[in-house]
């Protein structure tokens, strides 16, 4: 199909009007946009009729919406289009997350508790390609630490990745300790502040630790010990023991709080 025409109408001579040469411009970028809503059409319809298990469909709409994001600026027939493509992609998806049995997922953990990784894998293999976020989380995990599987930083990312960007928080976690370390990417202070936020606002309590860290160290963000110790109190409340101890150490030194030994 006939894509990415760049050139609108030609600007208007300064006496005003539109020259022939002009006009016959217009009339071809308008008839290049006609065949591209045309391309877009089929290709709606093909998607449309695709048969195949819901993965198969969120991934065929997903392909489709990247294909045509462009915006065509003689019609909104394209906008209409990518609306109802991004509702259909939504149903399939929620069709997907629909066919995981919370069991499932509980027998790869059991088996991950067991110290059985093949098995933990095995159970959560096809979870994570119906859109599980827990699993692909797990499977993240089992990559950077090379359990059941070689250690792997760019499949970790990969899963941590797709889990985080559904709002799991404990991928949002380890995605953002993932920028901290530099493990499979360039280390970014400022990318892994990001990942923390998300997850502490989530109330992970790692999460809310290494942020609480973050603004102590001013690290990808301005050194800031009140915030510092607003997130260390958060996860410390939560039991975390690092988070406790850390925070006893800044009541130690009296940064960010009145010393209190």
């Known amino acids: 199909p006939t894509q990415g025409v760049a050139a609108l109408a030609p600007p208007a001579p300064k006496g005003g009007g539109f020259s022939l040469d002009d006009l016959k411009k217009r009339q071809e970028v308008i008839a290049g946009w006609d065949q591209w809503q045309s391309a877009m059409q089929s290709a709606f319809n093909q998607t449309e009729t695709f048969v195949g298990g819901a993965g198969l469909k969120q991934q065929a709409w997903s392909r489709f919406l990247a294909a045509y994001s462009q915006d065509n600026p003689f019609s909104s027939k394209d906008e209409q289009l990518r609306a109802e493509a991004k509702r259909l ?5 929620q069709e997907q ?31 994570v390609e119906r859109g599980d976020a827990n699993s692909q989380s797990f499977l993240g995990f089992m990559y950077s630490q090379g359990q059941g599987v070689p250690q792997d930083y760019d499949k970790a990312l990969k899963w941590y990745r797709k889990a985080a960007d559904q709002g799991n928080a404990y991928a949002q976690s380890n995605l953002g300790a993932m920028y901290d ?3 499979g ?12 936020r998300k997850a502490a606002d989530q109330r992970n309590a790692y999460a809310q630790k290494n942020l609480g860290l973050m603004y102590f160290k001013g690290q990808g963000i301005p050194q800031d010990y009140a915030e510092a110790v607003k997130w260390y109190r958060k996860a410390a409340d939560q039991g975390l023991a690092e988070a406790q101890s850390g925070l006893g150490a800044i009541y130690e030194t009296g940064q960010g709080v009145p010393q209190d030994v």
Do not use: C
Not at 89 to 93: D, M, N, R, T
Not at 119 to 125: C, D, E, Q
Not at 185 to 196: G, I, L, M, T
């Open 89 to 93: 992609e939504a149903s399939a998806k």
């Open 97 to 127: 997350l629909a066919s995981v049995s919370p069991a499932d997922y509980q027998s790869g953990v059991d088996a991950y508790k067991r110290g059985d990784y093949a098995t933990a894998l095995r159970k959560f293999r096809p979870l």
């Open 181 to 183: 370390n530099g493990q």
């Open 185 to 196: 990417v360039p280390q970014d202070h400022a990318e892994a502040v990001k990942w923390y």
